[in-house]
């Protein structure tokens, strides 16, 4: 925690939105603190940039750019920008916050770590940085300070802020000016402020290098001679300061850093496969002995911390070098009778335990990847292995149930006998819906992306409960289990809506709408429509209205004196035609109710008004000649 002053930042609420609780961290382009996003109520990482920078509208400028650039780069590894903005002559970023340490507190409390342990640290930095080559953006300063290491083990890479579109390979860097690490510079970026995918291949073989040896490559007493010596000088292969370095370590690290850019890996992609490829031939386990700690500095310090610079060219490339220090003399070698003992004896036995190696006592582990777990075990067994099968593991291709990886790894040539663990895939990481009912649209899509899910389609349906613009209802539903990153459909409400009780009898529109919370009133009018009917209603059928509202219904008195309807009419009934009862269908399903009428010799019309599964209306009631047209409501 950076605790040197007073910062007046802290504690006040930056934008109108994020309150500012401490300062965790200064460089040089900006100050790091954490703050509390209120409008989501989170906590987030704020990248304030220095005054003096935010002054310069070009710098400003490319900030903003770059900002958006990061923004849209998603990936495990990469910490994620959320928001930028100014406050002020406040310029900044809101990022993830993400609790932990840096790679550099790491080597400050172990000095250097196993070539195992080194390449687990390095894999995740490179597909961060392959993501985001393959986005067209450069880091330009990759070091340990810029990877962060969760309490729960997961790599991040941080301070995309110098990244910058590839555009046709040239860049925007202003004339004269290198922004970048001196101990992690390429030497196009020293001479020339060029930095393009292969700068950061370099700057990460730098900072491999450091972790396998506790050091950096060149170490001098001004950042002048450090930026000569990448120029002028190569860096050397780990083994030559830590003996066991593995060969292939070696490789990597001098491949990434030659001082050619041609001939280094073409992105962080190509250097992240090698990497990969060389972890498999590393045996699992194992720490640094106390014996083989490598001193990091002068009396036993940690090597200082790599402040960003925004430094002129000009200073590091004309001032004359400080003078190197020379080699120490080399130790003069003298004989140990000790060891050259047990190199005899080691010899005799590796001679005398040879019909061990031919007799066949090595098998190679079988490949199982894939493989169904019950099947693979008796495969395994079938073999002469003893079979352990370890804790599931989360996996987005590979189905629950099938062997995701094994231990030792496949093709690996074990003891004939000996015990290997299956670690099976428990599928991808599943994620409950969360419950957005009663949310806006906007602060639905916020609770479902922190969930770890996105938001999908959205509709809308009428609701006669949930306020308009609100989330009704999720699809899936909240608590359905869906995969990681996986779509979640909002159903918005549209707001109730006047029902249409057109053609329903007075008396049964009264006590519908009466039951949805309406106030009805009723006028009488001359009409031929069958009086009591329904002819008319204020507001129209399907307008918005609330709950409460007053409705006014206008329904038929029936026409003027003297009119029969026609089945009343002796004239006008055929011969052998007669009135028929009119089954009365209400709250019965409609299935029932259409059958009933049917039977009865009548048409039926089928009106949905409150999607029910019962009737709730119907016309006309009582008697009428057979065929003619009943009309439900449901």
């Not at 001032?319 to 220090?325: F, G, Q, S, T, V």
């Not at 149930?401 to 290997?420: C, F, H, M, Q, Y």
Request: charged share 20%; with cysteine.
């Amino acid at each position: 925690m950076d605790t040197t002053v007073a910062d007046p930042l802290v504690g006040r609420l930056l934008d109108g939105r994020y309150r500012v609780e401490s300062r965790v961290a200064r460089g040089g382009m900006a100050a790091v603190y954490l703050a509390l996003d209120i409008r989501l109520d989170r906590t987030v990482a704020l990248k304030v940039m220095h005054r003096s920078l935010a002054e310069d509208p070009d710098f400003v400028r490319r900030f903003i750019g770059e900002a958006k650039s990061v923004a849209s780069l998603s990936h495990p590894n990469v910490v994620h920008v959320f928001d930028q903005g100014t406050d002020g002559d406040h310029v900044y970023l809101s990022m993830e916050y993400v609790p932990g340490s840096t790679l550099r507190d790491v080597l400050r409390r172990r000095t250097r770590l196993p070539a195992r342990e080194a390449l687990e640290i390095m894999i995740p930095v490179l597909a961060a940085l392959g993501a985001a080559h393959q986005a067209g953006m450069v880091h330009r300063d990759v070091k340990p300070e810029n990877v962060l290491l969760t309490d729960d083990g997961r790599v991040k890479v941080v301070d995309f802020g110098l990244a910058r579109a590839i555009e046709g390979g040239s860049h925007q860097t202003r004339t004269g000016v290198m922004i970048g690490t001196i101990a992690y510079m390429s030497p196009e970026q020293v001479t020339a402020g060029h930095t393009d995918a292969r700068s950061d291949v370099y700057a990460a073989g730098v900072m491999l290098y450091e972790l396998l040896t506790g050091r950096q490559p060149y170490e001098a007493e001004n950042p002048m001679s450090v930026a000569y010596r990448h120029v002028h000088d190569r860096v050397p292969a780990p083994s030559a300061l830590v003996p066991d370095t593995p060969p292939r370590l070696d490789a990597l690290v001098l491949a990434a850093t030659d001082r050619e850019p041609d001939r280094r890996p073409p992105d962080a992609t190509a250097l992240l496969v090698a990497a990969v490829d060389a972890h498999r031939t590393l045996p699992a386990g194992g720490g640094v002995p106390a014996r083989h700690a490598v001193p990091a500095g002068p009396a036993g310090h940690a090597p200082p911390a790599n402040p960003t610079l925004i430094h002129p060219a000009a200073d590091l490339l004309t001032a004359p070098p400080a003078p190197l220090r020379p080699p120490r003399e080399s130790r003069r070698l003298r004989p140990n009778w000790f060891l050259v003992a047990l190199a005899v004896v080691m010899i005799g036995a590796i001679v005398g335990t040879g019909w061990w190696f031919s007799e066949g006592r090595y098998d190679k582990v079988p490949d199982l990847l894939g493989m169904n777990l019950t099947v693979a075990k008796a495969e395994a067994a079938k073999r002469g292995f003893e079979v352990k099968v370890g804790p599931a593991e989360h996996d987005s291709k590979l189905g629950e149930g099938k062997v995701l990886r094994t231990d030792p790894a496949a093709g690996r040539e074990v003891l004939s006998g000996s015990a290997i663990t299956l670690v099976p895939s428990s599928g991808p990481v599943k994620i409950a819906v969360p419950n957005v009912v009663n949310l806006t649209e906007a602060e639905a899509r916020a609770k479902i992306s922190e969930a770890g899910l996105t938001a999908g389609s959205v509709s809308k349906v009428p609701s006669d409960t949930v306020q308009r613009g609100l989330v009704l209802r999720t699809s899936p539903q909240v608590g359905t289990k869906v995969r990681e990153g996986g779509k979640v459909g909002l159903v918005l409400s549209a707001g109730q809506l006047m029902p249409d009780v057109s053609e329903m009898q007075c008396d049964q529109a009264d006590a519908f709408l009466r039951q949805k919370g309406f106030t009805p009133t009723v006028v009488q009018q001359v009409d031929d429509a069958q009086p009591g009917t329904v002819i008319a209603q204020n507001p129209a059928p399907r307008a918005e209205v609330t709950a409460g509202q007053q409705v006014q219904l206008t329904c038929s008195k029936g026409p003027d004196t003297g009119f029969r309807w026609p089945w009343e009419r002796d004239d006008n009934v055929q011969p052998g035609q007669t009135l028929v009862a009119i089954p009365d269908v209400r709250f019965k399903s409609i299935r029932d109710a259409t059958l009933e009428l049917r039977q009865a010799g009548f048409q039926v019309k089928v009106r949905r008004i409150a999607g029910s599964g019962a009737v709730i209306a119907e016309n006309p009631l009582g008697q009428a000649p057979a065929g003619t047209r009943i009309t439900i409501w449901h």
